[in-house]
């Protein structure tokens, strides 16, 4: 296998699309994102990526077949706009590899036409968030008024270290491309899968790219996620003394 192989599934003619990258990291808050979004809206599978930057492994499916490791790009229908969301289940194992495949992946949004890049992800905090900001970041400085307008915040040193993997290369890498690349960040404890900041995140994302989508499916989630913090403190406070609801730093 050459060290990258891009699979063309379908050929779709997009109207306007944007491209919204949610690859596993943080509270995996953008990996739910894009997935609730191609739960609730119809989509198709266009792209395969394949690299040997991704574990060796296989994915086991349906009755037992397999899949090699991948990262996938699904047209949207949204409404007004299409989306090209970009998902999987891994990302790349060196620092080399970061930038070889995200180009890749820019090479495949330049192939639909996309003009804008919303690169998704979480920013962690150390503790529980019952009501998570929208931390935000742009390759341009052009792209902070609508992202302003719509409620992202923009913290000077924040996140600290910065944005590492693909998320933030798409902000660097689109940039020298021409491209309006800005990333999303929902607060998250960094312990736990949170479904709480990725409605946050996307409730950012409606109101900028224009789009509507329902919640059900993530709030449930976040009740699910609500008690099994709850039942984990319990715990943590009957071993160690510690009252009830102290925060999650205690239970990680």
Excluded: W
């Excluded at 192989?5 to 596993?24: N, R």
């Excluded at 913290?155 to 693909?166: D, K, T």
């Amino acid at each position: 296998m050459d060290d990258i192989e891009v699979e063309t599934v379908a050929e779709p003619t997009l109207h306007d699309p944007a491209l919204i990258e949610g690859l596993p990291g943080v509270g995996h808050v953008g990996k739910l994102a894009a997935e609730h979004l191609l739960e609730e809206f119809d989509s198709e599978l266009v792209v395969r990526v394949h690299s040997d930057e991704f574990p060796p492994q296989v994915g086991i499916g349906n009755e037992g077949v397999a899949s090699l490791a991948c990262a996938e790009f699904h047209a949207v229908d949204a409404g007004d706009r299409d989306l090209l969301v970009l998902t999987g289940d891994h990302q790349a194992q060196s620092h080399s590899g970061h930038y070889h495949v995200t180009d890749a992946f820019l090479d495949v949004a330049a192939s639909f036409d996309v003009a804008d890049i919303y690169a998704l992800g979480g920013v962690p905090t150390g503790e529980l968030v019952e009501e998570p900001d929208v931390l935000g970041a742009v390759g341009n400085e052009e792209g902070l008024g609508p992202l302003r307008e719509a409620g992202v915040e923009f913290r000077e040193g924040e996140p600290a270290g910065g944005i590492v993997g693909v998320s933030g290369l798409l902000l660097g890498l689109g940039e020298r491309r021409g491209l309006a690349a800005s990333c999303l960040m929902g607060e998250t404890s960094g312990y736990l899968v949170d479904p709480t900041s990725a409605q946050a995140v996307l409730e950012v994302l409606e109101e900028v790219v224009g789009f509507e989508v329902g919640y059900d499916s993530l709030e449930e989630r976040a009740e699910e996620m609500k008690e099994v913090v709850e039942k984990l403190q319990e715990m943590q406070s009957q071993q160690q003394g510690m009252p009830a609801d102290d925060d999650l730093r205690y239970i990680g």
